[in-house]
């Protein structure tokens, strides 16, 4: 088990930042993929970013606003969001996957979620 709480959510306007923090109850040295997914409203979970190492990954749609980043001195998972759009609207999840293979998917422990509202 791999207990995750997600903060940091909010509601901003298009343009702002965020910064969503996600603290695990465990080593986060010890976990090979640590990622955020999100979910829009009537939408599936998608893919937002993952980081292993010193390696990062991202969904094209956040590439270049979106960074991911990681203490493991604090177990925490960090996702610094800048000019924020109206369709990053959504509920940020945080997830773990204990093994290699690809950074996009088999994750296998969830947090409960933190919302991002974005205003036009």
């Known amino acids: 088990q791999v207990p995750l709480v997600e903060s940091g959510g909010g509601l901003v306007q298009a343009g702002d930042s965020l910064r969503l923090s996600c603290t695990a109850s465990r080593r986060t040295r010890d976990i090979f993929y640590m990622g955020w997914f999100r979910q829009a409203p009537e939408k599936e979970r998608i893919f937002v970013a993952a980081?292993?190492?010193?390696?990062?990954y991202y969904a094209d749609s956040v590439k270049g606003r979106f960074t991911i980043s990681r203490d493991d001195a604090k177990n925490t998972l960090y996702l610094q969001m800048n000019s924020l759009e109206p369709d990053d609207t959504a509920v940020y999840y945080c997830a773990t996957k204990l093994g290699p293979g690809r950074p996009t998917v088999g994750y296998d422990y969830w947090g409960q979620g933190t919302q991002v509202t974005v205003s036009s």
């Open positions: 980081i292993t190492g010193a390696s990062t």
